[in-house]
T-cell receptor, first 109, second 118 residues
Framework: GENVEQHPSTLSVQEGDSAVIKCTYS??????FPWYKQELGKGPQLIID?????GEKKDQRIAVTLNKTAKHFSLHITETQPEDSAVYFC????????FGTGTKLQVIP | GAVVSQHPSRVICKSGTSVKIECRSL??????MFWYRQFPKQSLMLMAT?????????EQGVEKDKFLINHASLTLSTLTVTSAHPEDSSFYIC??????????????FGQGTRLTVV
């Protein structure tokens, strides 16, 4: 099955700086890579996703890049704000998604 | 995004009793629903996948007789934790998507259910 690894486990940045979270996957058949944001005590919220036929996708301050050859994909958040503080999960898969272990992002005002 | 409603958000039950958790897609037809379990500060562990009208597919290590899943309609799936024990205490989350297997579309999560077994 798919194995998704995520780094770092915690990340602290100053408000206004950029944050980057990286994931790797093992199954070359995986073609869908979503990113979710989870606030304490709540369910995950889809923030952006990318499919294997695209190398990069951007939505305002959030961008995701995918390197199929290296089986790497990354989440980039620019101009971070305190409300970006949360746990972020990457996922990868084909028929079902396997999630990474999560990154706790703290944006320091 | 689409709305998935999960109920209840919190439940406390006595050891040995059963608890039912509902997951509803409010504005789309969910052909596939997923049930996850999440321990504190840990990732989402997939328990089972259910397609409307068919039996759920359970992940390795998940007891299908203990975690009963029913996906009887395109907008409702239920997870019943039978004969609950304190070790079943966890955060249970459902997600739903409109696509069938082989055609992955976005999945949207419910708010989660915090189950505490005393």
């Amino acid at each position: 099955g798919e194995n998704v690894e995520q780094h770092p486990s915690t990340l602290s940045v100053q408000e206004g700086d950029s944050a980057v979270i990286k994931c790797t996957y093992s199954d070359s058949a995986s073609n869908y890579f979503p990113w979710y944001k989870q606030e304490l005590g709540k369910g995950p919220q889809l923030i952006i996703d990318i499919r294997s036929n695209v190398g990069e996708k951007k939505d305002q301050r959030i961008a995701v890049t995918l390197n199929k050859t290296a089986k790497h994909f990354s989440l980039h958040i620019t101009e971070t704000q305190p409300e970006d503080s949360a746990v972020y999960f990457c996922g990868g898969g084909y028929q079902k998604v396997t999630f990474g272990t999560g990154t706790k992002l703290q944006v320091i005002p | 995004g689409a709305v998935v409603s999960q109920h209840p958000s919190r439940v406390i039950c006595k050891s040995g009793t059963s608890v039912k958790i509902e997951c509803r897609s409010l504005d789309f037809q969910a052909t596939t629903m997923f049930w996850y379990r999440q321990f504190p500060k840990q990732s989402l562990m997939l328990m089972a996948t259910s397609n409307e009208g068919s039996k759920a597919t359970y992940e390795q290590g998940v007891e299908k007789d203990k975690f009963l899943i029913n996906h009887a309609s395109l907008t409702l799936s239920t997870l019943t934790v039978t004969s609950a024990h304190p070790e079943d205490s966890s955060f249970y989350i459902c997600s739903a998507r409109a696509g069938r297997l082989g055609m992955y579309t976005e999945a949207f999560f419910g708010q989660g259910t915090r189950l505490t077994v005393v």
